[in-house]
C-alpha cells in the first residue's frame, strides 16, 4: 500500500490524499486551499465550473482533474470547501462516495453559498460502518463529529495494511461518543498509520468550551440582551444551529433563520431529531433581500414556497426585537437593514476568531460601535483541541501518525516518536 498526501501535510485545508496499491487508487478529499488570514484583503481567484482552475489552487495528481493514470473513486470526510471544494472540476468518470448527510450539505452550499456541487449520477452514497470494496482496497467510513453535518473518517484496508484517516473530527461536541467508537473499532489489528489532522497543533490555539458549555453561555447572552440578537455562524453548522435555536427558546425567543439556515434545518431533519421550521417549533423564516432579488433566476421556487407559511417580515421582526434570535450576516446590514442597526442590538459572532481580521467585519465592527451595539465573540472550534489530539493518537495508538491539516507537523513530534511527517507529493510505502 502507497500513501501520497498531494496537499496538507503543512497547511490547514486543501486537503488531498491518495492512496493506492498495484491494482487500485483513491483519492480522499479534494479541498480548495483555506485563505491565509494574511492574505485576506488581496482578490481571490475566481472558480468556475468547466473553465481552467486558477494556478495554485489544485495540487497536481496524475488522472485527477485531467487525463492521466485511472483513479478508480474519491472518497469525500465532509462537506467544507477546504475537504470538497475542488470536486466539480474532477474528472467526469470518477464516483465520488459521500454520506447522505454530505450530500445534503453540498447541495444546500452548491445552491446558496456557491459552492460546489457534485451532479447526482457521479455520487454514490455510503454509510457509516458499511465498508466498500475498491479493487483490493477496503473502505470503512466511521462516523465523527465535527462542524457540519455528517462527516466520517475513514478506514483503508489492503491485505494486512490497515490505514486510517481521520478527516476532521473533534471530541467537545455533542457527539462525543462516535470517537470512542471509532477508537474501539480500529485500534484492533494495530493500524498501520493514522493520517491525524492536527489544526490545533498550528499557532496559539486555546481550548474552548464544549459544545453544550457554548450553548448555556449563549443562553447567557440572549437572556441579558435588551433588543434584537443576530447570530452570526455558518448555517452549515449543524450543531451550531441547535445551540442557537436551544438558547433561543430557551429566553422565550424565536429563532429566525434566512433560506438557506431554514433550508439546511429542512434536509437534516429527516435524518435526526431536529425541528424543520415552523412556527409550532419557534422557527420562523426571513426571506432576505438577496434570497428575494435572486430565487427566480436561480430556479429556486420549490424552496421559496417551502418556507411561505413560516415566513417573518423585517417589520415583525423591528416591531418586537427582544422576543427573536436572528440568524445574520454582514451583507443583510446593508441589504435588508438600510445600513441602520436595530436600537440595543447584540451580535453573537460564532467564527474563528482569526477571521476577524478581514476588512467586512472591521466596517461591521465599527458601524455596531456607531449605534451602540454589542460584539460578542461566542464561538468553539469544531476542530479537536492539541491536549485531545494526544489522548486519540495514544488511544488508537497506531505504527505512525502522518500529520495533515496542520502549519506545524512537527508539533506530532513532540508528543509521538512515531510521527512521520510527509512532504506534500512524495510517496510514502507502508
Request: glycine share 8%.
Amino acid at each position: 500500500m502507497q500513501l501520497i498526501i498531494h496537499r496538507g501535510s503543512k497547511q490547514i485545508g486543501g486537503s488531498c490524499v491518495e492512496i493506492s496499491t498495484p491494482s487500485a487508487r483513491i483519492i480522499i478529499d479534494v479541498g480548495l486551499p483555506l485563505d491565509d488570514v494574511t492574505e485576506a484583503q488581496k482578490p481571490k481567484p475566481r472558480l468556475e465550473r468547466g473553465k481552467p482552475i486558477p494556478e495554485g489552487l489544485a495540487p497536481v495528481v496524475d488522472g485527477l482533474f485531467a487525463a492521466g493514470r485511472k483513479v478508480d473513486a474519491i472518497f469525500l470526510s465532509h462537506a467544507h470547501a477546504d475537504h470538497s471544494g475542488l470536486l466539480s472540476h474532477t474528472h467526469p468518470d470518477i464516483p465520488v462516495f459521500m454520506t447522505k448527510g454530505t450530500s445534503k450539505m453540498l447541495l444546500a452550499g452548491s445552491i446558496f453559498a456557491a459552492q460546489c456541487g457534485v451532479p447526482r449520477e457521479h455520487q454514490r452514497l455510503m454509510e457509516p460502518r458499511k465498508p466498500i470494496v475498491i479493487g483490493d482496497l477496503t473502505i470503512t467510513p466511521y462516523s465523527v463529529d465535527h462542524s457540519t453535518f455528517d462527516c466520517v473518517a475513514l478506514l483503508v484496508e489492503s491485505g494486512l495494511k490497515r490505514v486510517l484517516y481521520s478527516g476532521d473530527l473533534r471530541l467537545h461536541g455533542r457527539k462525543s461518543g462516535m470517537a470512542r467508537e471509532l477508537i474501539r473499532a480500529v485500534k484492533s489489528p494495530q493500524l498501520d498509520a493514522l493520517i491525524m489532522e492536527g489544526t490545533h497543533f498550528s499557532g496559539h490555539r486555546e481550548r474552548g468550551p464544549t459544545e453544550k458549555e457554548l450553548e448555556a453561555e449563549i443562553a447567557g447572552h440572549v437572556k441579558t440582551a435588551e433588543g434584537l440578537v443576530c447570530a452570526i455562524f455558518s448555517p452549515m453548522h449543524v450543531d451550531r444551529l441547535v445551540s442557537f435555536y436551544k438558547a433561543a427558546r430557551k429566553q422565550g425567543r424565536t429563532f429566525v433563520v434566512d433560506p438557506y439556515g431554514a433550508f439546511v434545518l429542512h434536509l437534516v431533519s429527516s435524518q435526526c431529531k431536529i425541528p424543520a421550521p415552523g412556527k409550532a417549533a419557534g422557527i420562523r423564516v426571513f426571506y432576505n433581500d438577496h434570497f428575494e432579488r435572486t430565487w427566480e433566476r436561480k430556479n429556486l421556487g420549490k424552496i421559496h414556497r417551502l418556507f411561505t407559511a413560516s415566513r417573518i417580515t423585517k417589520e415583525e421582526i423591528l416591531h418586537s426585537p427582544k422576543n427573536h434570535v436572528m440568524l445574520f450576516r454582514p451583507s443583510m446590514l446593508r441589504l435588508d437593514f438600510d445600513g441602520v442597526f436595530p436600537p440595543l442590538v447584540k451580535c453573537l459572532y460564532s467564527y474563528w476568531h482569526g477571521y476577524l481580521v478581514r476588512k467586512e467585519w472591521s466596517e461591521f465592527k465599527a458601524q455596531l460601535a456607531a449605534a451602540r451595539g454589542q460584539f460578542v465573540e461566542c464561538h468553539t472550534s469544531g476542530h479537536i483541541f492539541a491536549e485531545d489530539i494526544v489522548k486519540f493518537v495514544n488511544e488508537v495508538n497506531p505504527k505512525c501518525v502522518v500529520p495533515i491539516h496542520t502549519t506545524s507537523p512537527s508539533s506530532f513530534g513532540k508528543h509521538f516518536t512515531n510521527t512521520h511527517p510527509l512532504r506534500d507529493g512524495i510517496p510514502f510505502s507502508l
